[in-house]
């Protein structure tokens, strides 16, 4: 992975999950932390703290809120990225008020209801940008925690609302099925829903 969120988020994922992976070593349980992988909620069960817990199980799920396949949609500013490397949209387009475009370049003027291999063009009935209030590109874990969790300055979405969008909606469910020769995000979508059910259960507790 390259691009602005590069150095900082994976970089804290990588320290974390060895620090989980320590921490389940001593207790006799065995941890994988391969980036392309979601280790289950049960993995996490020696750790006894429950916000300690919390955390492990959302800093699990910063491998795929911080992943191209997301990062890409939820960009630092109103202009899409795309592939594994992040790089500007081409042509430059933009969100627009409702987050499909500008009024003279929709995104389904080329994203059609499938993905269109010959040209390498994704593609999804919905296919849309983040809205604003979302956009965490180059946001570290614990930023992103915070700003997902806060309904102040997460277009007022509930954690209900949150585990309904990352578990269920067909258009993040692309991300685990992109197609081409992009890299999928980590694990299933059943696998992250699974993690972040677990995160609010334990007190949706966000890293320092």
């Known amino acids: ?3 602005p969120c590069a150095s900082r988020s994976w970089s804290g994922t990588l320290f974390l999950a060895g620090s989980v992976a320590g921490l389940l070593a001593a207790a006799g349980i065995a941890f994988a932390a391969d980036s392309g992988t979601l280790a289950p909620p049960e993995a996490f069960a020696a750790i006894t703290d429950p916000a300690q817990r919390s955390v492990a199980y959302f800093n699990e799920l910063s491998k795929v809120l911080t992943h191209p396949r997301c990062t890409n949609c939820h960009p630092a500013t109103s202009r899409p990225r795309q592939g594994d490397g992040a790089r500007p949209h081409q042509p430059p387009v933009f969100r627009g008020e409702d987050g499909f475009g500008t009024a003279s370049m929709r ?3 080329c994203h059609g209801a499938a993905n269109f291999d010959p040209a390498g063009v994704p593609g999804h009935a919905l296919w849309h940008l983040a809205p604003a ?9 614990a930023q992103i925690c915070a700003q997902i969790s806060d309904p102040e300055r997460n277009g007022r979405r509930s954690l209900a609302d949150l585990v ?3 578990g269920d909606d067909s258009l993040v469910g692309w991300a685990w099925a992109p197609g081409g020769n992009r890299t999928p995000a ?3 979508q059943k696998q992250a829903k ?3 059910e677990a995160w609010v259960a334990t007190g949706a507790v966000c890293p320092k």
């Not at 956009?135 to 874990?141: F, L, N, P, R, V």
């Open 1 to 3: 992975m390259s691009g």
């Open 186 to 188: 980590p694990g299933s």
């Open 194 to 196: 699974a993690l972040v």
């Open 133 to 141: 209030e979302m956009a965490w590109e180059g946001k570290t874990q």
């Open 164 to 166: 309904a969008h990352i």
């Open 107 to 109: 995104c389904g003027s």
